[in-house]
């Protein structure tokens, strides 16, 4: 069972990227997941997070209205569509899912149980 991040990159400040998550060995069904990132030097960050059963979503104050969380159960899959990208947005990015109750603090990376390798994502200006 492991997840698998793609999509990080190259982009110029004010453009998009979209990240992919896609769990293999298992569905994601039964698992909130969330997108955090980690910047050199710095604690990682809580990014986005959906809920596994009504696709509620929450945002980190920084990106709220420039990323959109989304995930589809039969591909096994959660995205992260990136856009208006800044500078201070680069850093590695992880998936992460968990199987506690969603009020256990989705933005609490000790709240995940298992994590994808992280993809680069870096923003120029």
């Known amino acids: 069972v492991q997840l698998q991040a793609s999509g990080g990159g190259l982009v110029q400040a004010g453009g998009s990227l979209r990240l992919s998550c896609t769990a293999s060995?298992?569905?994601?069904?039964?698992?909130?997941m969330g997108w955090f990132r980690q910047a050199p030097g710095k604690e990682r960050e809580f990014v986005a997070g959906?809920?596994?059963?009504?696709?509620?979503?929450v945002y980190g104050d920084s990106v709220k209205g420039r990323f959109t969380i989304s995930k589809s159960n039969m591909k096994s899959t959660v995205w992260l569509q990136m856009n208006s990208l800044k500078p201070e947005d680069t850093a590695v990015y992880f998936c992460a899912s968990t199987s506690r109750v969603w009020s256990a603090g989705v933005t609490n990376p000790g709240t995940y149980n298992l994590w994808g390798q992280g993809t680069l994502v870096t923003v120029s200006s």
């Open positions: 060995g298992r569905t994601i069904v039964n698992y909130h």
């Open positions: 959906i809920h596994r059963s009504d696709g509620s979503t």
